[in-house]
Nanobody, 124 residues
Framework: QVQLVESGGGLVQAGGSLRLSCAAS????????LGWFRQVPGKECEFVAA????????YYADSVKSRFTISRDNAENTVYLQMNSLKPEDTAVYYC?????????????????WGQGAQVTVSS
């Protein structure tokens, strides 16, 4: 079992940057593929980015490609989401999620473990 705790959310002006962190419990962190999702009230949870266990593979939603970067530090049991050139439409609650090492998934149902979420607000 994996427990995930996000941090680093906040308020930023359009064009600014934020870095989200997600700390995980457990001794088998490197065996999990990790993802970031986001949700706006009244809308479905949306895939943002994913990374494989050894960081060999990353995948991004078209809406964030070239602006966001997912990375992980297996020694620190932490996954990061660096968000640059933020836009007001990036405003959402951001969730990190983990799945056993069966390949990257872009769907909510593909992940077994979820954090509590971190609010990101981008003002225009």
């Amino acid at each position: 079992q994996v427990q995930l705790v996000e941090s680093g959310g906040g308020l930023v002006q359009a064009g600014g940057s934020l870095r989200l962190s997600c700390a995980a419990s457990g001794r088998t962190f490197s065996t999990y593929n990790l993802g970031w999702f986001r949700q706006v009230p009244g809308k479905e949870c949306e895939f943002v980015a994913a990374i494989s266990g050894r960081s060999r593979t990353t995948y991004y939603a078209d809406s964030v490609k070239s602006r966001f970067t997912i990375s992980r530090d297996n020694a620190e049991n932490t996954v990061y989401l660096q968000m640059n050139s933020l836009k007001p439409e990036d405003t959402a609650v951001y969730y990190c999620a983990a799945r056993p090492n069966n390949g990257i998934s872009t769907t909510v149902g593909g992940y077994a473990y979820w954090g509590q979420g971190a609010q990101v607000t981008v003002s225009s």
